[in-house]
Nanobody, 123 residues
């Protein structure tokens, strides 16, 4: 059974930083395309960043490019999201997700999801 468990969320002031982690189990982590999404109430889940298996190639939403960095440690089956220069617009529940498809960014292509971790940025 695939399990993705996010951690590292919290309350931070605008301009601050947070580092999210996603511990994966029950899957061959290094072959999975991984991503971070975020969601606020009443809004569709939004792509944040992804990292491919193998290369790894990264891709970012324009809204976080230059501020967020996605990375993975295959030896620990863990995905990370370093978030710097946080803004109030970054406030959301952040989810990690796993896909067997290469390079995808739409949530419908991700079959496995974590439970989410809340990030709140105060202005």
């Amino acid at each position: 059974q695939v399990q993705l468990v996010e951690s590292g969320g919290g309350l931070v002031q605008a301009g601050g930083s947070l580092n999210l982690s996603c511990a994966a189990s029950g899957l061959t982590f290094h072959i999975y395309h991984m991503a971070w999404f975020r969601q606020v109430p009443g809004v569709e889940r939004e792509f944040v960043a992804s990292i491919s298996a193998g290369d790894p190639t990264t891709h970012y939403a324009d809204s976080v490019k230059g501020r967020f960095t996605i990375s993975r440690d295959n030896s620990k089956s863990t995905l990370y999201l370093q978030m710097d220069s946080l803004k109030s617009d970054d406030t959301a529940v952040y989810y990690c997700a796993a896909s067997t498809f290469y390079g995808v960014t739409h949530p419908t292509h991700f079959r496995s999801w974590g439970q989410g971790t809340q990030v709140t940025v105060s202005s």
